[in-house]
């Protein structure tokens, strides 16, 4: 079965702490992964994806193979940081831009 | 450039009633997506099109269709309306050539059509 799965619904930290979003998939064939991030009141949008392996506002997230994970991080949180972020997976090469998104999680940076 | 555009915005019908949204891709975007999400099932795929095709479908029931037109831009319907369709449907635009998914390969998403159904 195509999964993508985000175990926390909701994150709370402190603004310093460090971050790691978890999100782990299921899936048959060779995937591209993502990370979407939805600020409050603003269109969902890329964070990032494993085949850039950049980092964006600090985040890097890393496709460990062997594990079937995705994990997003981020050394030291930000306040603006606090969102909803969406791990998808998308069939790599394949003729379509069909995206398997996770449930989300809810990243809340405390002051 | 102009992002991808939903219309409209918000819309409240009753239950029964039929319903058509609307989204014009990015400009030389030829791909279209819809999506629906809600608190309980998250971000759900409902169907893809490309070059006026349907190429793509999600598992949801015949009362949800949708089209592409010439100029890419797409619409959904959905027909007898139940109080579980009320979500936020979003669109994306992806992909500036057709075929096969490759890195350069981004979903660029509308603010959505929120759909209440009373």
């Known amino acids: 079965a195509q999964r993508v799965t985000q175990p926390e619904k909701l994150l709370s930290v402190f603004k310093g702490a460090p971050v790691e979003l978890k999100c782990n998939y299921s899936?048959?064939?060779?995937?591209?992964l993502f990370w979407y991030v939805q600020y409050s009141r603003q269109r969902l949008q890329l964070l990032l994806r494993h085949i850039s392996r950049e980092s964006i506002k600090g985040f890097t997230a890393d496709l460990n193979k062997g594990e079937t994970s995705f994990h997003l991080k981020k050394p030291f949180a930000q306040e603006e940081d606090s969102a909803m972020y969406y791990c998808a997976l998308v069939n790599y090469g394949g003729a379509t831009n069909k995206l398997i998104f996770g449930t989300g999680t809810l990243l809340a940076v405390q002051p | 450039k102009a992002g991808v555009t939903q219309t409209p915005r918000y819309l409240i019908k009753t239950r029964g009633q039929q319903v058509t949204l609307s989204c014009s891709p990015i400009?030389?975007?030829?791909?279209v997506s819809w999506y629906q999400q809600t608190p309980g099932q998250g971000l759900q795929f409902l169907f893809e099109y490309f070059s006026e095709t349907q190429r793509n479908k999600g598992n949801f029931p015949g009362r949800f269709s949708g089209r592409q037109f010439s100029n890419s831009r797409s619409e959904m319907n959905v027909s007898t309306l139940e109080l579980g369709d009320s979500a936020l449907y979003l669109c994306?635009?992806?992909?500036?050539?057709?075929?096969?998914?490759?890195?350069?390969?981004?979903?660029?998403f509308g603010q959505g059509t929120r759909l209440t159904v009373v």
């Open positions: 400009s030389g975007h030829r791909s």
């Open positions: 899936y048959s064939g060779s995937p591209e």
């Open positions: 994306a635009s992806s992909s500036p050539v057709g075929g096969a998914v490759a890195m350069n390969t981004e979903a660029f």
